[in-house]
């Protein structure tokens, strides 16, 4: 946590006083480092206190330099004029998995930092992100960050913003977040136009929970924005939609630290330790109320977390199923969109099947089992959730490929569609367009909503975009595409179920379900891809993909001739033996399927078919 | 104890595969470090209960030493521990270092074994390998060291070498087998980290050849020099007659004790493995400050206890690798005080039935080695002793 020393105590501050806002960027364009500076220029951290990016306090967030869990900050700043402002700093995540998230992150404000790298250039996150502020009716500030750098196109992105937003050249503000150049002029343009809240104080308690974390002491902190009446520490509160009770630990701001106050109300930002023990009885997007006196209607907005995207998580060692239990329980007390259940496989033994937002938010699991947790974890490619009418009449609902009946039983098979939107210069319309259309995508409409800059619109099946397509998309545009997605429907496809043979044995963890059309290539793609992964062994195993009653290909692994070490001698024994230890411990990372060793890539080798 | 290896770690340049402990250009060195060694023989004084039955230079290039300081190292191995007149005394050699002269002081110093480093007869090879001698100098050594009265000569060669073809690695058998020698090492080419080759190997400068072109190269090897009257007594070494096998090597692979002197050196005493200092210049340092009296060797860098676990483990890895003999189970059970047959009961099970590993009847009774198959696929016998 981060030192109380040095922090400026609070007074009440008058409602007209208080300025809620969020900072809107895409990944890289600089809303950490400006944050930062924020919270140096007005004394809310020293410097000698100041850590790179604050906000971000997972290891992970400061890799990756995005966002994970939104986080809320409180500053004084004293303007110009000599009066002190209340500034509520509310941090969203940066990625299209967390949309809902951040939609509630905004709701929370009055106004929108919107900063924009002037060396990239408008992306199309930082437009969705935009339209969700627009949506919730903020007042937008928009900033152009790194004009310090010799890349900089100020003008140029100057004038796509002024088109974008109607608004006058002279309300863009031109920054270094680096150098800290104009950011006082950022902090001065918060207080003077960005509305203060309208709120009640008299009305019954209604507070939106906008992000949680869990807190081994305290239980879950619930992170609020009180839009009417108030609260004390020693109130009995309810969430409106989970009906969970609280009575609280203590109420308090974020000074960046948590620190205890005795009254929130109306207009504040601040937290409820609510003693809860996890994140999914206390949701974000829920109403807080009191429990005596509740509001009759939660504040508008609320939706439970769904899965979109599914895939099997395995210890490496059996013997870690329990510590991988253990891990994803805590993972889940504080994320709440997070979702396992035991699967059994007859490939990887037990595991767990999880449920994740998108694939930014599996890659995430996946490294804070492995970072956080020191697990070894095996994880399966992912799936999407498929609809199944059967002949008999009941729909059946899958996530794993594996589940998916045999043909002869299946009426149809609904797949998720999706709406997606990739912002893209000009230049890359046809090579978008192309992808796109190879991974059944249709095309919807279009729109130049800046010079030389395209948003496409299409209609295509989630399982499309789950594997690769980011990649591949950022790849075929040298960088500069960006895109965002959300749910539409299910919609009935021609969908067949793939399977791979290693030593004539299906093997149920590298089931693929594809569109019949892509059965062919797709099945010849991954056994060569599987030809290359799976080391030779001591016999010849065949490989077989197999669809629609048919072995579509097939190759095989040669048998192992030669692995022997050829000197060992006095000086060497101790370093053979490590290194006959390190082959060894390599195998057991394997997994047996039969007899065949599997390395656990191969699990994950659908995944880059077009390498 | 009676196994003494000392290490020279001086070359005249540093050849491309290896990753051995050796330095080019330090030879202004070697006078200084031939002092320390002398210091470390005497240190060992104490520890070392009967006479020498085999001393190995290994290197590095010990042929690099003056032959008098072979001659005056072999003496204080002898005022120090006491030498057995049969003691096998080997000296690595390296072609472009030999002449007549020097072979002759050699011979007469009381090296009797020689073990020379050809690596291949086929210049194309040898300048692939960024060895410092051609294909002349190479048989040039061998017929010079026969006329310095050498009666036990090896010659190590490397197969799987970039470029080399198939072919090429049976006309260097032929010409191994027509050189008359006693002793061949053969070794596939390894990919150690570190080395120029590795370097070469990541920036795609490189490619090394297929692994089963170097199987073929083995199982060639194997095949022909067994018809030519050569015993594969260990997976990389072929002797004429058990009289011309290794002595020393043996001492390893029957996980023996053994002195290792000199930097870098290795060595296993008193049932733990111990390894000296790797730097010349700071085992010279060392050895130079040492009092006498020490009970620890100034110059011993890390010492590994080896429990009775270890112990039979590496009994195994070790003993398996003497492809003729293989591990007797009544040694195993004398030494240890337990049966083979019920230590590694699974494992051996498994790799019966994998048929990589076979029972042979000898004399004192059953000695379990590696079948054919098993000694193309050593590894994965020995990762199960493990």
Known sequence: MFPVEGIISYTDTLMENIRNFCIIAHVDHGKSTLADRMLQLTGTISDRDMTEQVLDSMDLEREK???????????????????????NLIDTPGHVDFSYEVSRALYACEGAVLVIDATQGIEAQTLANLYLALDANLVIIPVLNKVDLQSAMVEEVTRDLVQLLGVDKSDIIAISAKTGENVDLVLQAIAERIPAPVADKEKPLRALVFDSHYDSYKGVIAYIRVFDGKISPSDKLKMIATGSRIEPVEIGVFSPGMKPVQLLEAGDVGYVATGLKTVSDCRVGDTITHALKPAETPLPGYQKAKPMVFAGVYPTEGEDYGNLKDALEKLQLNDASLTYEPETSEALNFGFRCGFL??????????????????????????????????????????????????GEIVDIYEPWMELEIFTPTDYYGVVMDLVKKRRGIYVNQDYPAANRVQLNFEIPLSEIIIDFFDLLKSSTRGYASMDYKFIEYRAGDLVKLQILLNEEPVDALTAIVHKGDAFHKGQALVSKLKGIIPSQMFVIPIQAYAQGRVISRANVKALRKDVLAKCYGGDITRKKKLLEKQKKGKKRMKMVGNVQIPQEAFMAILRLED | MSAVYIHIPFCVKRCYYCDFITYAGQGHLIADYHNAVLKELEFYQRFVTEPVSSLYFGGGTPSLLPALAVADLIQAVELNYGLNPNAEITLEA??????????????????????IGIQSFDNSDLVALGRVHNAD?????????????????????????????????????????????EHLSLYSLILEEGTVYACMVARDELTLPDDDLVADMFELAMDYLAAQGFQQYEISNWSRGAAHQSQHNKVYWQNQDYLGIGAAAHGLLAESRYNNIATTPEYIQRMRQTNKKTQLSPVVEETIPISRKDAMQEHMILGLRMTARGVSASEFNLRYGEELETVFAGQIQKMLALGLLEWMDFKDGRHLRLTRRGIMLGNLVFQEFI
């Open chain 1, 65 to 87: 330099g995005v966002t994970i869990k939104a986080s809320a900050v409180r500053m004084v700043f004293t303007a110009p004029d000599g009066r002190d402002y209340e500034f």
């Open chain 2, 137 to 181: 100098q190479a048989l040039e050594a061998i017929s010079l060291s026969r006329q310095a009265g050498f009666d036990n000569l090896s010659l190590d060669f490397i197969f799987g070498i970039p470029g080399q073809s198939l072919a090429g690695w049976q006309k260097n058998l032929s010409m191994a087998v027509e050189a008359g020698v």
């Open chain 1, 358 to 407: 998108g694939l930014f938010h599996m890659e995430i699991i996946q490294e804070r089992l492995e970072r956080e947790y020191n697990l070894d974890v095996v994880f399966t490619a992912p799936s999407v959730e498929y609809k199944v009418d059967l002949r008999d009449g009941k729909t059946i609902i899958i996530d794993s490929p594996a589940d998916l009946p045999d043909e």
């Open chain 2, 94 to 115: 390296n072609p472009g270092t030999l002449d007549l002269q020097k072979l002759t002081d050699l011979k007469t110093a009381g090296v009797n074994r020689l073990s």
